[in-house]
């Protein structure tokens, strides 16, 4: 034991204790400055937290002042608005219990008024009815001598007015023969109209039954010879793109094959075979792209022959198609052209027809007026004579008239007198109480309106308030701000400096243990290597001998299990076979003990139970043999793979060999060189590894510098927008309040204005009621004696004109006689411009129907190209069978070309 622990020791000092030295202080060297790192770290890292958690309690503080402060100016605003709200309320109810008392004052000094107007009214009221009452009596005889007279009026004018309805009678059958004839007329035109465009619509309908079968014809053969093209270009799709998949995969399985070598290569460390396959990748890669466009250029040429194919028996069709279509379609504008000639042809008759009946109207009418002319002319004289009765007895109740009214108008004009003076009072009371209630409104409006200002100043003063608090809150939050951002890109740049000191010191310490490290590595390395040669070598006989002595083993567990499966096997069906047979022999014993005769149920219930307990032994029996049999095809297959298992073993180890030993001589050689190439290239990485950390010190520098920079414009900018706030904030309180201030003084003046235009008003509706009172009596006693001097006058002119008028209705009704006949004259020259009017329109409204069927026939021709020229881009499509009912309304342009829905 002692022997082995000193060639431990010695092998220890001999390849890892200088190593080990190097390492033990190379590593309390760059734990000493890692933990000076660490220390220095925590101090920046510990101020620069003291300095975040102060410029987050200075915001909060910031916070907390400013919603105190705006909290403060909410209360001193709420508490002003609700006393000047108060004040608002009391004014609104001393306003309302002011005009309460002035409307109650007017009530009284109208009711006053009232009962004064009603007492003058009933003294006048009795005055005229006592005139009235002599007036009566004298109208009542003049109107019994007008009743005699229109009695016996009545009885002429009877007789008038039979003769007339007989003459009118005859004069309508006359009009009534005339419809007949334009009925039936109307009956006749249908008729035949109806039959024509049936005639035509069922020609049309033919026409594209027929048109239809033609596109669903023209349409197979189409879809037959095109779909041997399509299906030719859908083959050669799947073709090509199988060639494509082909080439693809060939492609895919090629690199595949690569990146297993490269995949070995790397996990081997072979980096000069990763290099050479990452060539043949890269040269590959540019193979298969040049196969792929040759290909593809070889598919695009295949592919467009096709096409070709495909596209000229599509032009062939197109051709067809068009042509067939713009017969068609041309015929049914032909038919749609007819059917509007035939409707043209039918309004033209129907007009002739109304021509000839509102001629026959017109005579109809014009013998109506002459018939009511002769009775205007027999009743004239029948009247002449009431009236020359009616015109005496009226004149005799006119002159009771006047009379009458000279007397009313004596009690008028002392009702108008004394009713003109309580209207002057009446109008002065209310004139009053209106001034009075404008001054009220007035003075209420003031007070609100200055009560209004005052809580619209208070709103002005509290939001510049809370707006300037929030700006002065926002400026010291761009201070601290400011002071955050310095903070922390100064300790960043005290964290980069650290960090940048601790990288130039470990990678100097760690450069002198590698390389110390990497030749006493590489010593070892080789001499392992050796060694590892022969002991692999001896390795492989001692393999080859536990293969063969574990195949051995392996055989006789198996061959071992083998027997005693059988022998238990054998055992289970022996013990079946001596069980099933007590079986038997029990259910024989109580079958036999079984009466033939009266116990037959039974004995066939145990016979069943025999049958079924054989077929089961049977089952059972199968079922082991068949176990059994599986097990020893499964035995036999575990034989066979254990001899399979161990050839391969022996070929295995033996390859295992081969690869140690040439991977060893390899390694010797490889390692070496690496050993070389690993110390130029840890020095020179830890070189540049100083240099990069320089480079980010200076970069982080120059980021402190810049990102000042920007903060100080940023700072400046944000304070110079806050600045800019207070200011317009300042300006527009003081424009609110200086348009405030205006429109009170405004508002005030206006007001003041208006009481004196009140006050003007009223002493103005004074001084107009007084004259007005003075004018309406003067005018009263002036129309009372123009009155009293007219009616006087005019009882004398009565009499007067009572002659006069009775000259003069004989004179009327001569004149009545002469206007009848006249107009007799005129209604016969009037039948005569009518019938010349009606023969006028007729001519004019068939020249407009022939122009409306022109433009009908030139919009059909016009639309029929219009739907050709859509056609013909694509001629297959358009105008399908399953649309070609539409097609009428297309050309009549109701309805545009398209595809079928």
């Not at 009530?107 to 009221?125: G, I, M, P, T, Y």
């Not at 510049?464 to 960043?492: G, S």
């Not at 100097?508 to 070598?537: G, M, Y």
């Not at 199968?622 to 575990?638: G, I, L, V």
Request: aromatic share 4%; proline share 1%.
């Amino acid at each position: 034991m002692e022997k082995d622990s000193e060639a431990i020791q010695k092998l220890i000092d001999k390849h890892y204790r200088p190593v080990i030295e190097k390492r033990i202080s190379v590593l309390e060297l760059v734990k000493g400055k890692e933990k000076l790192y660490e220390k220095n770290a925590f101090r920046i890292e510990s101020s620069l937290k003291r300095k975040l958690e102060n410029h987050r309690e200075a915001i909060e503080k910031l916070e907390r002042e400013t919603e105190a402060k705006v909290e403060q100016l909410e209360e001193a605003f709420a508490k002003k608005k609700e006393g000047l709200s108060e004040k608002k309320e009391a004014a609104e109810k001393h306003n309302k219990k002011r005009l309460k008392e002035l409307d109650d004052t007017l009530d009284k000094r109208c009711s006053l008024n009232d009962l004064k107007r009603q007492k003058v009214e009933a003294n006048h009221d009795y005055a005229v009815k006592e005139a009235t009452k002599r007036l009566l009596e004298k109208q009542k005889k003049a109107d019994e001598s007008i009743d005699d007279a229109v009695d016996d009026h009545n009885d002429r004018m009877g007789e008038l007015l039979k003769d007339t309805n007989i003459k009118h009678v005859v004069n309508e059958n006359n009009l009534e023969i005339a419809r007949t004839a334009f009925d039936l007329a109307h009956k006749r035109i249908e008729t035949e109209d109806r039959e024509r465009q049936e005639e035509i619509l069922q020609k049309r309908n033919r026409h594209l039954a027929g048109f239809k079968d033609e596109i669903i014809q023209l349409e197979k053969a189409y879809e037959k010879a095109r779909k041997p093209h399509e299906k030719a270009i859908v083959d050669l799709e799947k073709k090509q793109e199988k060639e494509h998949s082909a080439l693809l995969e060939k492609q895919n399985k090629e690199l595949a094959k690569q990146e297993n070598y490269r995949k070995e290569a790397k996990k081997l460390e072979d980096s000069h075979e990763s290099s050479a396959i990452d060539k043949r990748i890269k040269d590959l890669k540019k193979s298969h792209k040049k196969a792929l466009e040759a290909q593809r250029t070889e598919h695009g040429a295949q592919m467009a022959k096709s096409r070709r194919k495909l596209q000229d028996v599509i032009d062939t069709y197109a051709e067809r198609f068009t042509k067939m279509k713009r017969e068609h379609v041309e015929a049914i504008a032909k038919s749609l052209a007819d059917e509007k000639e035939a409707e043209t042809e039918k309004l033209l008759e129907l007009e002739k027809e109304n021509t000839v009946f509102n001629k026959a109207f017109a005579t109809f009418k014009k013998q109506k007026q002459n018939i009511r002319i002769d009775h205007d002319i027999q009743n004239i004289n029948i009247n002449r004579t009431l009236k020359e009765i009616r015109l005496l007895h009226e004149h005799e109740k006119e002159i009771a008239r006047p009379q009458n009214d000279l007397e009313e108008n004596e009690a008028r004009f002392r009702k108008e007198a004394e009713t003109n003076e309580l209207e002057k009072a009446l109008r002065v009371a209310r004139a009053q109480n209106e001034r009075d209630k404008k001054k009220e409104a007035l003075a209420r409006e003031k007070e609100l309106k200055r009560l209004d200002s005052e809580i619209k100043r208070l709103q002005y003063e509290r939001d510049h308030d809370r707006e300037n608090a929030e700006i002065e809150k926002e400026l010291a939050i761009y201070t601290k701000d400011h002071a955050h951002e310095v903070a922390i890109l100064d300790h960043h740049l005290l964290h980069t400096k650290n960090h940048v000191a601790l990288q130039h010191e470990r990678g100097e310490a760690f450069f002198r243990r590698a390389e110390t490290e990497i030749e006493r590595r590489l010593e070892t390395k080789t001499n392992d290597l050796e060694n590892l040669r022969v002991s692999a070598e001896s390795d492989h006989k001692d393999m080859v001998e536990r293969i063969q002595e574990i195949h051995e083993k392996e055989k006789r567990i198996y061959e071992e299990t083998y027997e005693e499966l059988v022998q238990d096997h054998e055992a289970v069906l022996a013990n079946l076979k001596k069980n099933h047979a007590e079986n038997e022999k029990k259910h024989q014993e109580k079958i036999d003990d079984l009466d033939q005769k009266k116990d037959k149920k039974a004995i066939v219930q145990l016979k069943k139970e025999f049958e079924e307990l054989k077929e089961k032994h049977a089952s059972i029996l199968s079922e082991k043999k068949e176990t059994q049999k599986n097990r020893r095809a499964a035995h036999k297959r575990m034989l066979d793979l254990v001899e399979e298992k161990r050839d391969n073993s022996l070929e295995e180890t033996e390859t295992l060999l081969y690869h140690i030993t040439d991977q060893i001589n390899a390694a010797i050689n490889e390692a070496r060189a690496q050993a070389e190439k690993e110390i130029e290239r840890l020095e020179e990485t830890f070189k540049t590894n100083a240099s990069r950390a320089d480079v980010f010190k200076m970069l982080q520098e120059k980021r402190k510098e810049e990102t000042v920079s920007a903060a100080d414009d940023y700072q400046n900018t944000r304070v110079h927008r806050a600045r800019s706030r207070q200011t317009k904030s300042e300006n527009a309180l003081f424009d609110l309040m200086k348009a405030l201030e205006g429109e009170q003084r405004a508002f005030e003046k206006k007001n003041a204005d208006k009481v004196q235009d009140t006050e003007e008003a009223y002493e103005k509706q004074l001084t107009e009621t007084e004259r007005e009172k003075i004018e309406n009596y003067r005018r009263l006693r002036d129309n009372y004696e123009e009155e009293k001097k007219s009616l006087t006058l005019y009882m004398q002119k009565l009499k007067k004109r009572y002659e006069e008028t009775l000259a003069k209705e004989k004179q009327k009704a001569k004149a009545e006689e002469e206007q009848f006949f006249a107009e007799k004259q005129r209604i016969e020259s009037e039948l005569e411009k009518t019938r010349e009017r009606l023969d006028k329109d007729f001519e004019e409204t068939q020249a407009k129907k022939h122009e409306d069927l022109a433009n009908a026939k030139n919009t059909y021709a016009q639309n029929t190209s219009a739907i050709m020229d859509k056609v013909k881009e694509i001629p297959h499509e358009l105008l399908s069978a399953d649309i070609v009912t539409d097609i009428p309304a297309m050309v009549k342009g109701e309805k545009e070309v398209g595809f079928a829905e």
